[in-house]
């Protein structure tokens, strides 16, 4: 364990070891930080995050038992199961018979965790650590997942073609092909996984990372559903802007071509951490952003596109037609992109951190969600915020092609600029002083000091 010296009331926090989850988990460590508690961040080798760009926090390695393979080559849902499974002593382990400068169990006021990461109520309830559970995902997500069992009973799911477009009863505007659904490993495992994530045993409360504004009637039905009280505390990131993951370098050059170009003229392109492309995807976006003639960043993850390094398969016809208007980078600090005068749009794949990065920063955006809760911040985002244009079916490049150009040059992606405007502007108020982010952070606080 790296050690660091504390003072005040320690908290364990227990991120699950994805990006998208790592970086709100740490985002609430640092606001929390902020507030006199001593941080642990007790994580899995699987994805450990790089302890170094937070020197005030203490970081407890949990042995998760991964083979290399599984690490190679993960199947996401099946790693959660096994980290689950084999996580769980172990951290018991840590946590009472750590090295000798690891503070008595006692001591530890509170372990939060990632839903995900549903190991860790097991513990707290063992040791009779209050305990709080965090889900990274929007409060819509978590309303309609634990249904899809049900639905799946009814014969719902998977969804027959004939149902794509319906509307999930009592779960408008989500359709059926909305659904948060996996498209990692057997469906099986997925559900089971589904349910032992929302199940609250012993924990006190639900933190959300999401912001009332957003999300009052998911919000409202939450709280009747859970028997613990609820805190939307979002966007973490306006809470804690320097708090930094450093899972994957950042190209900092984009920002340097950003500076070179007019304000709002151009579209940045990032699919997040997780999701991949094929070869003919990689062509069609290539070459619908090509035609668009409007600049472009566009983030390419290495290790996105099966059987490629990176972009070697891009022709020298495209990189010579883009080459004054493009810019490639394997990775972006995209809360700066995204702040940037020059960027006017973001072709996204929805995940629920730029989701809020995006309206933060007023950016309307192109939805071309991929799986899980991706699918139901789209919709939301096209149908019920209305700040972005949905790119439906395949990745074709005349579709690409249209939806940039509507977005960035017509009225209908004019109006959805000022709505996400208005939307930024009430997110804002949110987190100012007696805002409501601000008081359920503050009911948090209060609640994490009186145990
Ligand atoms: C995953 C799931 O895909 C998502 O649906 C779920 O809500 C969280 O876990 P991910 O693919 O990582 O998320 O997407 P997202 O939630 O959007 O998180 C991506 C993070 O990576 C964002 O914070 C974004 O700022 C950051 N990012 C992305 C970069 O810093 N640079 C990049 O180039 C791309």
């Not at 080559?73 to 946590?95: G, T, Y």
Request: with cysteine.
């Amino acid at each position: 364990m790296e050690n660091q010296e504390q003072s005040g009331k320690r908290l364990v926090l227990v991120p699950g070891p994805f990006h998208g989850h790592l970086t709100p988990m740490l985002q609430l460590a640092t606001v929390l930080k902020s507030k006199d508690f001593s941080i642990t961040i007790a994580h899995t080798q699987f994805n450990n995050p790089d302890s170094s760009a937070h020197p005030d926090f203490t970081f407890l390695r949990i042995p998760d038992g991964l083979s290399e393979e599984e690490v190679r080559n993960p199947d996401l849902i099946a790693i959660m199961l096994r980290l689950n499974v084999n996580c769980e002593s172990s951290f018991r382990e840590c946590l009472t018979q750590g090295p000798d400068h690891m503070e008595p169990v006692d001591k530890i006021c509170c372990i939060i965790y990632d839903a995900l990461v549903y190991f860790s109520e097991t513990v707290a309830r063992d040791l009779k650590i209050p305990s709080i559970a965090m889900h990274t995902s929007n409060a819509a997500t978590n309303l309609v997942r634990p249904i899809l069992l049900q639905l799946k009973a009814q014969g719902h799911i998977p969804v027959p073609d004939s149902m794509l477009q319906t509307l999930v009863p009592l779960h408008q505007p989500i359709r059926f092909k909305d659904l948060p659904l996996s498209n990692f490993g057997s469906l099986d495992y997925f559900l089971e996984a589904v349910v032992l994530m929302h199940k609250i045993r012993s924990s006190s409360a639900i933190i959300f990372n999401t912001i009332h504004c957003l999300e009052e009637s998911p919000l409202v039905r939450l709280h009747q559903r859970y028997q613990v009280p609820i805190f939307p505390i979002g966007p973490l990131h306006k809470f804690a802007p320097t708090s930094d993951v450093r899972l994957l370098q950042e190209d900092t050059d984009c920002i340097t071509w950003l500076d070179k170009q007019t304000h709002n003229s151009v579209i940045y392109v990032s699919l997040g951490s997780i999701a991949k492309m094929n070869q003919d995807q990689l062509l069609e976006m290539a070459w619908g952003l090509a035609n668009s003639k409007e600049p472009f960043l566009w983030v390419i993850r290495p290790g996105s596109i099966p059987d490629l390094e990176w972009i070697e398969s891009m022709n020298e016809e495209f990189k010579e037609c883009v080459r004054d208007r493009g810019c490639i980078v394997k990775w972006a600090p995209q809360k700066k992109v995204l702040a940037h005068d020059a960027v006017g749009g973001f072709w996204s794949h929805c995940g629920w951190n730029s989701t809020l990065e995006s309206i933060c920063e007023g950016v309307p955006m192109i939805c071309q969600p991929c799986f899980g809760d991706q699918k139901v911040n789209a919709r939301y985002l096209t149908h019920e915020w209305r700040v972005g244009l949905e790119l439906e079916g395949e990745i074709e490049r005349g579709t690409v092609e249209r939806a940039v150009r509507t977005l960035m040059k017509e009225k209908e992606g004019e109006e959805m600029r000022q709505r996400v405007l208005d939307l930024k502007r009430k997110v804002d108020v949110s987190i100012d002083d007696g805002g409501s982010s601000c008081h359920y952070l503050s009911e948090v606080v209060e609640l994490l000091r009186s145990f």
